[in-house]
């Protein structure tokens, strides 16, 4: 069983419209959950980076969520534009290793 | 002040063929990351490096696949006598070491490997 579950898998929404991704992980001992962008043919992009005890990060449009007692967070995108047509990754990493549990993504497409 | 490079971008190989594959971290970083992406799947971590040292290397295939990241030069994924299953994705990042497991690792743009 994937330690990190994303939902949805794939999501469309027209332009201008806000969205939300979710993210759930197993991964144990917990020490930070990112969220990662990748382009088409690209390598993923860091979007927010947040610890066991921080509950929400912003970057711009881009808010993470974290509930480490559920371990589920989410990443809100307000305001969407064309350009964020992409694949957004909820990354985990456990306590003590700096390798990355990666899930599967949500394709986000914006449509005008 | 450049990002992760990785060459070649594509690469060919016919089944028994070795792939070589490199990576250049960022200017500063000292720790390099080796993930691959099957296709429809995500990212799932290989080797984790240091300047001359493999540190976490349970993430890689105990056969035909070998990493180094030496003094001097980019960092190699080595690929021995491939197969069709190798084909995918593999992507490369560095981190600078100074923040432990909370640093961003900084993804380069990935070389796809084919096998045929």
């Known amino acids: 069983k994937n330690q990190v579950e994303q939902s949805p898998q794939s999501l469309i929404i027209l332009e201008g419209k806000n969205c939300t991704l979710q993210c759930n992980y197993t991964v144990s001992p917990f020490s930070n959950l990112r969220w990662y962008k990748q382009d088409t043919g690209r390598g993923p992009v860091s979007l927010t980076i947040?610890?066991?005890?921080?509950n929400t990060k912003s970057n711009g449009r881009y808010t993470a969520t974290l509930d480490a007692d559920t371990k589920q967070s989410s990443l809100h995108i307000t305001a969407s534009q064309l350009s964020d047509s992409a694949s957004y990754i909820c990354v985990v990493s456990f306590t003590g290793r700096r390798a990355l549990t990666f899930g599967s993504g949500t394709r986000l497409q914006v449509q005008p | 002040n450049a990002g992760v490079m990785q060459n070649p971008r594509h690469l060919v190989r016919r089944r028994g063929q070795e792939a070589r594959l490199r990576c250049s971290p960022m200017?500063?970083?000292?720790?390099v990351y080796w993930y691959r992406q099957l296709p429809e799947e995500g990212l799932k971590f290989m080797v984790y490096l240091q300047k001359e040292n493999i540190i976490d290397e349970s993430g890689m295939p105990k056969e035909r696949f070998s990493a180094e990241f030496p003094k001097e030069g980019p960092s190699i994924l080595r690929i021995q006598q491939v197969v069709r299953g190798d084909s995918a994705a593999y992507f490369c990042?560095?981190?600078?070491?100074?923040?432990?497991?909370?640093?961003?690792?900084?993804f380069g743009p990935g070389t796809r490997l084919l096998v045929l």
């Open positions: 990042a560095s981190s600078h070491g100074r923040q432990g497991g909370k640093e961003t690792q900084y």
């Open positions: 200017k500063g970083h000292s720790h």
């Open positions: 947040m610890t066991f005890s921080e």
